[in-house]
């Protein structure tokens, strides 16, 4: 998958700090991608996604106004792809997003070089799988299944259980093709369904408390 | 402490409005004195000491044994003076001594200051010096008078001490409060600032030791400031929060607190330090942890991407005593109930998972 079929990637970079902002900039047209929006804050940049409708949103997670988790949850289903790119510690707002519709979570200690991959990555449709949100979505799926479970309560099944476990542990999706003898676009699906489920859940779990808001008034 | 001070200042008050109140009962009762001269004598010594010890009182370093002692003595000297002044058969009769409401101020000096039991023991010494000078079988009033005594002597003595016991117990409150803000504040412009800039350092550094080092410290910095994680009961602890950390250790945790007794969440979080020193000398310098959380057993997973060790050599090298690391981080697993499986092939890495029952 190419996508600087026509013209470059088009991308939106929301953060609170400036300097920082202006470094992921920078970085991201240095690698010839086209940086169409900045935005400082989580309304401006719910804004300037719907203005500029780029491909991938790349996103703080702590900012003034909306917070990361509430920006992705407005732009996601516009079909405007997003990328968390969070401080280490901040895993149980990364979750959030990730439930919220965002693909990818980077952490804001890695490289240029990784931050450039990863939009193309999600830009092209592929979650972006790092070990620690394979941790996370695991963990998550571990806690639904210790509460209280109803058919609506998603579920992994083996071979995605055993898919993540192997990414959390830092095997790339080619190492984890190899070990367990399939396809590297099959480790891709399964690595992709985990994530579906959880943000499928989601939105029904958000769509079943506002009718039941709803009916209350 | 603004409470001692209050509490000093009331006694200093109801010396003064028991001194004008004995004064008063004087007058009533100067014409059937047999030496109203020196009655007069006595009330004016009541107030002379009424205005040192207000004065001697007022400073905390004076309130010390000499001047309680003094405040009692002196008390006492005045209640007794009732026989030499009134008629004998008049107190025996009822009539109120020269100090009335006067004498009980001593009985809340002490126990203001130590306590119910020096309130307790300073309203005996005044109740038996009012016994005293009654003389005989005492009356009812003078019986009422000395359980009065007493009993102000104790449980001002007692309310005193629950007082202070409030007012340091607020005092710390106030003072965790305003070191928890301060932290709040610090955290946020350590947040804005510094983290910002060392995850900046980190990223576009050309030098990887120094990149090294600004995500070394962000990680280390942030947790810092984060300070303890809210919702840990006591006695437990958030295994996530032990495990070591660092640029070459990749950490996947769920999302929520991994809560393990505390002990238990040590001994694990060092095991799993002496796996991860062993990923980082044997196993090409990184490590990955990846922690799981089920309702029978908390998991974590050290893997590294080195050579991996061949068949039969990790059995080998224990049987010859070499391999300290593995099998301290065995022992430490086995008292914790838990279990430790290497898995190792050449090329593939080396992966030792510890595991230990809820």
Excluded at chain 1, 42 to 53: H, L, S
Excluded at chain 1, 189 to 214: C, D, F, P
Excluded at chain 2, 126 to 152: F, I
Aim: net charge neutral; hydrophobic share 45%.
């Amino acid at each position: 998958m190419c996508p600087a079929e026509d013209g470059p990637l088009t991308v939106v970079v929301a953060d609170d700090h400036p300097i920082w902002r202006d470094a992921v900039e920078r970085d991201l047209a240095a690698a010839g991608l086209s940086v169409v929006g900045a935005a400082g804050d989580g309304d401006k940049a719910v804004r300037v996604c719907a203005a500029t409708r780029p491909q991938v949103l790349v996103c703080d997670l702590q900012m003034p106004g909306l917070s990361g988790v509430e920006v992705t949850r407005a732009v996601a289903p516009t079909g405007v792809r997003v990328l968390v790119l969070s401080a280490s510690g901040e895993q149980a707002d990364v979750l959030e997003a990730v439930k919220a519709g965002a693909t990818g979570y980077l952490v804001k200690s890695a490289s240029a070089a990784e931050l450039v991959d990863a939009v193309r990555r999600t830009a092209a449709g592929d979650a972006v799988f790092t070990p620690g949100l394979a941790g996370l979505v695991l963990g998550e799926y571990r806690r639904m299944a210790a509460g209280p479970v109803d058919d609506g309560t998603p579920r992994l099944t083996d071979r995605e259980t055993e898919v993540l476990r192997l990414v959390a542990k830092g095997l790339t999706a080619r190492q984890v093709a190899e070990r367990l003898v399939v396809s590297h676009r099959t480790v891709e699906n399964h690595v992709q369904n985990t994530l579906s489920k959880l943000q499928l859940h989601n939105r029904a779990q958000l769509v079943r408390y506002a009718l039941e808001k709803g009916l209350a008034d | 402490m603004r409470l001692d001070t209050a509490l000093w200042r009331a006694i200093a008050v109801y010396r003064v409005a028991a001194l004008l109140y004995a004064a008063g009962s004087m007058a009533v009762y100067t014409d059937t004195y047999r030496r109203p001269v020196l009655g007069w004598a006595v009330l004016a010594g009541m107030a002379a000491w009424t205005a040192t010890a207000t004065w001697l009182y007022s400073d905390p370093r004076r309130r010390g044994r000499p001047l309680l002692l003094a405040d009692l003595a002196l008390t006492l000297t005045a209640l007794l003076s009732s026989v030499l002044v009134l008629e004998p058969g008049l107190v025996q009769a009822g009539d109120p001594t020269l100090t009335v409401s006067w004498a009980a101020t001593p009985v809340i000096a002490w126990a203001v200051h130590g306590g119910w039991p020096a309130g307790l023991a300073a309203g005996a010494a005044v109740g038996a010096g009012a016994l005293a000078e009654r003389g005989g079988t005492p009356s009812q009033a003078t019986v009422n008078s000395v359980v009065l005594l007493l009993l102000v002597g104790s449980v001002v003595g007692y309310v005193v001490t629950l007082a202070r016991r409030a007012e340091t117990a607020y005092a710390r409150a106030v003072e965790l409060q305003a070191a928890a803000a301060e932290r709040e504040r610090l955290s946020r412009q350590v947040h804005d600032g510094v983290l910002q800039a060392l995850a900046l350092v980190a990223r576009r550094s050309s030098d990887p030791e120094l990149a090294r080092l600004g995500a070394e410290q962000e990680r280390s910095l942030r947790r810092l400031v984060a300070g303890p994680v809210a919702g840990v009961p006591s006695g437990e602890a958030d295994l996530r929060a032990l495990l070591p950390s660092g640029a070459d250790v990749e950490v996947a945790a769920p999302a929520s607190p991994v809560l393990l007794p505390a002990a238990t969440a040590g001994e694990l979080a060092a095991a799993v330090g002496e796996a991860v020193a062993n990923a980082r000398r044997h196993g090409g310098g990184r490590a990955w942890l990846l922690v799981e959380d089920e309702p029978d057993a908390v998991t974590v997973s050290v893997r590294d991407d080195g050579p991996g060790i061949p068949p039969g050599r990790l059995e080998q090298a224990e049987a010859e005593g070499r391999l300290g690391v593995s099998r301290s981080i065995k022992g430490r697993l086995a008292d914790l109930g838990g279990t430790v499986v290497v898995d190792s092939a050449p090329g593939r890495g080396t992966e030792v998972e510890l595991r230990v029952p809820r």
